[in-house]
């Protein structure tokens, strides 16, 4: 013996008014009718409601130009260049054989004075991401965590001490 499952339900709301061109519209009044019968989908208010927000919507908007993903080894290389860029625009702050304790949040004075804008790596500009990501690149290399457990205290972008390296931070 097969099971015949029996047809399904559907709630309409019938009205006093028919509109032109539906078979079925919307009031108060529920009544059931099988599944089987039709409607006309143009009078669903819910459809029309879609089509609507289809109709109105934004224009497609290009996404803007990213730039290209580097490999691993192209990441560190183009690193290395804007560390040596900064290594010949603040010699006294940046040195790759006598590395300083910079001062905290140094990337900002950077972004002020915008000499980061005038260069340009690869024939690529850099972006304050990339410059964020070389002083960490610079920051956590060795000679830089022995100068800044060795020194006196933290330097700005002229090279004038602004603030004492804390014990807590030389641990790191």
Not at 105 to 129: C, E, G, N, W
Request: with cysteine; charged share 30%.
């Amino acid at each position: 013996m097969s099971y015949i499952p029996r047809p399904r339900k559907r709630v309409y709301v019938l009205s006093d008014r028919k509109e032109e061109g539906a078979s079925k519209t919307f009031s108060s009044y529920i009544h059931t009718k099988p599944y089987t019968q039709t409607y006309n989908l143009d009078s669903d208010p819910h459809r029309k409601r879609k089509n609507f927000a289809k109709e109105n919507r934004r224009p497609f908007r290009e996404k803007k130009a990213q730039q290209p993903l580097f490999s691993p080894a192209q990441r560190r290389a183009r690193l290395i260049e804007i560390i040596n860029f900064f290594v010949k625009t603040y010699p006294m702050c940046f040195s790759l054989t006598n590395p300083k304790p910079l001062k905290i949040r140094i990337h900002q004075d950077i972004f002020a004075k915008a000499d980061y804008l005038q260069m340009t790596v690869s024939s690529l500009p850099i972006s304050k991401i990339m410059v964020r990501e070389a002083l960490c690149f610079y920051t956590k290399s060795e000679p830089y965590k022995h100068a800044l457990s060795n020194a006196e205290g933290r330097v700005d972008l002229t090279g004038e001490i602004v603030s004492p390296v804390q014990v807590e931070m030389d641990q790191v």
